[in-house]
Structure formats: structure tokens, C-alpha cells
């Protein structure tokens, strides 16, 4: 007889020890999504940060949770409030965190609860560079990434900056998890191609990180 017990997503890779691609994942719950980000990014505007190192960001971020994540001259740190505004970011919408939580199960991480979600909008040729996620100060919990609109090349390595990496495309819908063995491998975005495009957000990509931050 057929087990139709929980539903499971349409396919779970493995893209490392402790780290599933779980494709479409997300799929059924993008267009709400998407429609929380515009509101979102109503608050706190997308914004190009700087690096420490005098590098501007080529995507543009915003941040919604108890902290959000900020660069500027001074470092990397997570801030309770948008320097932008000096408002405290907007919440993390329900839907993002219940969403977020199971995908972590999914994955094997029981009881995540994010403190922090980070929005990044990418447009043509923005890119992220191989690097860890490493300002949180647990590293028990994993890393929950959504990607919503335009495809893009992710970046998934090892514990150190020259170990070789494996490729795997981001499609609208798809959710990344990465924890226990890999929470801190190196990992990162290959430029927007110029063709990427999606029927709802055309070239642009959105990925959303949910961090357990304290
Ligand atoms: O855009 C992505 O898929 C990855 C983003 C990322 O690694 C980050 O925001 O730390
Ligand atoms: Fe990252």
C-alpha cells in the first residue's frame, strides 16, 4: 500500500555532510513571499552595504527579525535596528518562520527558530564570493535559504576557501539547508546570468537566510 504520510518535497539532494537542496520546497508559498518582501522592503529599503574593506556589495540588502546583518566600514556585525532608520527591522513574517522551520526539519534540524532573515536582491551580474556565515554565535543551528525569481549558480564548498566546490542551480521556489558538519563551509553565488529571468520578477533574485543569531 502507498504511504502517504508527510509530505515530502519533490526531490532532497544532498549537497554536502549536513546540507539537503531541497528543490521546490518553497514553491506553493512564493508568491506570499514575495509579497512580504515588497512590504518589507517598504520599511527597510534594499541597500548596497560596504564591505570593511571599501568593496560595495553588488547585491542589495535588507534584513527583517529581532537582528538584522549590517556592513559598513567598521565590520560585519548584527544590529537590532536598521542604521538606516534607527527603527528596530520589521518582523520576521509568520509564514517565514513556520516555512523556514520546516525546511529545517526536512532537513534533519529539529526546533529551528530564526532570529534573523536576510534578504538579498540580486539583479544582473550580481554575484556573492565564497565565504562562510560566520557573525552568528551559535553554530548549532543551521543555515534555512530560499531562493525566489531568477536562477543562479550556487556555491557549495568545504571548511577551507581552496577546497573545491560543487555547482548546483537555484531555481525559484528551492530552499538550501546547511548545518552541523558544513555550518560553516565556504559557500556563495556565481553572477545573475543576463538571460536569468523568472515570469513574476523578471531579472531579478531574491534569496532569503534565516540565521539563529544568539
Ligand atoms: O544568495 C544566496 O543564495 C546565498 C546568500 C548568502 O550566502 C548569504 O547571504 O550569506
Ligand atoms: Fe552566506
Redesign the pocket.
Known sequence: MLDLGAPEPATKQQIGPDAWLLKGFALSDADALLAAIEQIAAQAPFRHQVTPGGYTMS?AMSSCGAYG?VTDRHGYRYSPQDPQSNQPWPAIPALFAELAERAAHSAGFAHFAPEAC?I?R?TTGAR?GL?Q?KDEQDFTAP?V?I?LGAP?T?LFGGPNRSDPTSRWL?EHGDV?VWGGVSRLYF???SPLGKKASHPTTGAV?Y?L?FRKVR
Do not use: E, K, P, Q
Open positions: 547585491a546583518w536576510l538579498n540580486y556573492m565565504h556565515d543555515i535559504s531562493s543562479i550556487f537555484l538550501v559557500h556563495g553565488v533574485r534569496n537566510t
